[in-house]
């Protein structure tokens, strides 16, 4: 099991045709992702050879997912071309479409989320790194070597955090990663992976990843307290941050104790979470709780 990705997920690409997406469909296709199609009209009814595998390009994601059953999409568009190519894989009703694009305008992001959101289409991002379950696929950039198959979820506002809690658990291993991105208007948030981990019966330990600025972790924190029974394990960048500056990819902006680590923390804490310092005692923290776990199978 896994969440939103699994080994059956048929994955489409659109700008595979790129010199983003061209490299990292080579590195989806090695990590074993069933890759099924490009999508990029100007070169539609032509094949690309990635690594001796022949894979198809299609005019519309329409086509592609009439052709080839693709469920999901991921997306390396420059962000002028981001909306459309969203709004385009909503209205063929993709279930899942991975915004890997950094730097789309935030009122571009508003509007394909909103029109994604009333047409079930599930995303992730943008400016993000996708997900992976390893052992089974991966949809984005990050890298499939790092970790194994395992039993620990990770959620992740940060995609360099995200690979280091992964390279640190790795003996562990993981049934999915994901990383749901920093900007100021994301799809899939904290709350739904939390959701998500809650249900699959072979995560046994969720990893909650946060960062200074919003209130995100805090609403995560409520939820937690409310409706997820397995225990939880947070970190939270940005304790060093000086207050009232603009920091990171997320923009985020502390003023006072809105938004800051400590607070973010401290809502965590109140909800039961073990919150580590550092990336590494955070992975520490898991290790403990995994083996006071009765039963555990990690």
Do not use: W
């Not at 409706?227 to 970190?235: I, M, Q, S």
């Not at 997320?250 to 919150?275: C, D, N, R, Y």
């Amino acid at each position: 099991m896994a969440i939103f990705l699994t080994k059956d997920s048929k994955v489409i690409v659109q700008g595979m045709t790129g010199a983003e997406g061209m490299k990292h469909t080579r590195r989806m296709l090695a990590a074993g992702t069933d890759v099924v199609g490009g999508v990029n009209p100007r070169k539609a009814g032509t094949r690309v050879d990635v690594d001796g595998r022949t894979v198809p390009v299609f005019g519309s994601v329409r086509e592609a997912m009439d052709i080839t059953g693709a469920d999901v999409s991921v997306l390396f568009v420059p962000p002028p071309h981001a909306k459309a190519a969203v709004t385009e894989a909503a209205d063929a009703g993709i279930p899942l479409a991975v915004v890997i694009t950094e730097g789309i305008p935030v009122h571009d992001a508003v509007a394909f989320q909103a029109y994604a959101r009333a047409r079930a289409t599930r995303v992730i991002g943008p400016n993000c790194p996708g997900l992976i379950s390893p052992g089974q696929s991966n949809a984005g950039i990050i890298p499939a070597d790092i970790t194994k198959p395992g039993r620990i979820g990770l959620v992740s506002k940060s995609g360099t955090l995200t690979y280091q809690l992964m390279y640190e658990l790795r003996d562990i291993g993981f049934s999915t990663c994901v990383g749901i991105g920093g900007d100021p208007v994301i799809g899939t948030t904290h709350i739904d992976a939390l959701a998500a981990f809650e249900d699959d019966p072979d995560t046994d330990l969720i990893v909650m990843i946060g960062e200074i600025g919003g209130d995100a972790e805090e609403r995560a924190a409520r939820h937690i307290a409310d409706r997820v029974t397995k225990p939880v394990v947070g970190y939270i960048a940005g304790f060093t941050a000086p207050e009232g500056r603009t920091m990171g990819h997320a923009g985020a902006i502390v003023s006072g104790s809105s938004g800051t680590a400590a607070a973010k923390k401290a809502a965590l804490e109140a909800a039961g979470v073990s919150v580590g310092a550092t990336p590494t005692e955070t992975a520490g923290l898991v290790l403990a709780l995994l083996a006071e776990t009765p039963g555990n199978r990690a």
